[in-house]
């Protein structure tokens, strides 16, 4: 498993932008497909976007799509969540994850390692 660390979060006005990444610490980063997830007050933790391994596929919540991007440097084992448009909804603690290799990248379960996280607050 990877280690995981995210960075990148902060209060931000509704309209701006962040972007968060993922580092990643252990053996084969650019084997694995990533997923970014988030875990609002009082809520479940949800899905947000994944990308598969060569970064070439990706995916998202209907919820983010057209306002997030999500993207990967293997090189620099590191992944991002280029996040546009933020709204007041969007704020949680965002969490970046490593896929399993197995099961669907919008199920929580098709993850088994995960960062503690990085708040992202959005205000009106």
């Known amino acids: 498993q990877l280690l995981l660390e995210e960075s990148g979060g902060r209060s931000v006005q509704a309209g701006g932008s962040l972007r968060l990444a993922c580092a990643a610490s252990g053996w084969g980063f650019s084997s694995y497909a990533m997923g970014w997830f988030r875990q609002a007050a009082g809520k479940e933790r949800e899905f947000v976007a994944a990308?598969?391994?060569?970064?070439?596929?990706?995916y998202y919540a209907d919820s983010v799509k057209g306002r997030f991007t999500i993207s990967r440097d293997n090189a620099k084992n590191t992944f991002y969540l280029q996040m546009n448009s933020l709204k007041v909804e969007d704020t949680a603690i965002y969490y970046c994850?490593?896929?399993?290799?197995?099961?669907?990248?919008?199920?929580?379960?098709?993850?088994?390692?995960w960062g503690r996280g990085t708040p992202v607050t959005v205000s009106s």
């Open positions: 990308i598969d391994w060569s970064g070439s596929n990706k």
């Open positions: 994850a490593q896929h399993t290799g197995g099961g669907d990248y919008y199920y929580l379960r098709s993850y088994d390692s």
